[in-house]
Nanobody, 127 residues
Framework: QVQLAESGGGLVQAGDSLRVSCQSSGRTFSSYVMAWFRQAPGKERDHVATISRTGANTYYADSAKGRFTISRDNAENTAYLQMNGLKPEDTAVYYC????????????????????WGRGTQVTVSS
């Protein structure tokens, strides 16, 4: 069982940077693919970024490419999402998610592939 807890959200202005974190309680954190999703009011939960078990492979949604960076520290059981150049349309609740994987090539992009979720952290970007 994996428990995830996000932190680091807040209210920022357009153009600012913010880093959100996802702390895992599991002892086998390095066995899990980690991902970030976001959900704005009245919208579906959208994929933002995914990182493989070792961190060697990543995948970004088009909306995140060039502005966001996903990373992980397996020694600290923590995943991160660094967000630069934030825009008002980035406003959403940001969720981290985890799924077990057998290799470093598995990078699922849909919410249904992830059995473990945090409760989310609100990111609000004002114009």
């Amino acid at each position: 069982q994996v428990q995830l807890a996000e932190s680091g959200g807040g209210l920022v202005q357009a153009g600012d940077s913010l880093r959100v974190s996802c702390q895992s309680s599991g002892r086998t954190f390095s066995s899990y693919v980690m991902a970030w999703f976001r959900q704005a009011p009245g919208k579906e939960r959208d994929h933002v970024a995914t990182i493989s078990r070792t961190g060697a492979n990543t995948y970004y949604a088009d909306s995140a490419k060039g502005r966001f960076t996903i990373s992980r520290d397996n020694a600290e059981n923590t995943a991160y999402l660094q967000m630069n150049g934030l825009k008002p349309e980035d406003t959403a609740v940001y969720y981290c998610a985890a799924v077990g994987a057998y290799n470093d090539q598995y990078l699922p992009l849909t919410p249904a592939r992830y059995p473990y979720w945090g409760r989310g952290t609100q990111v609000t970007v004002s114009s």
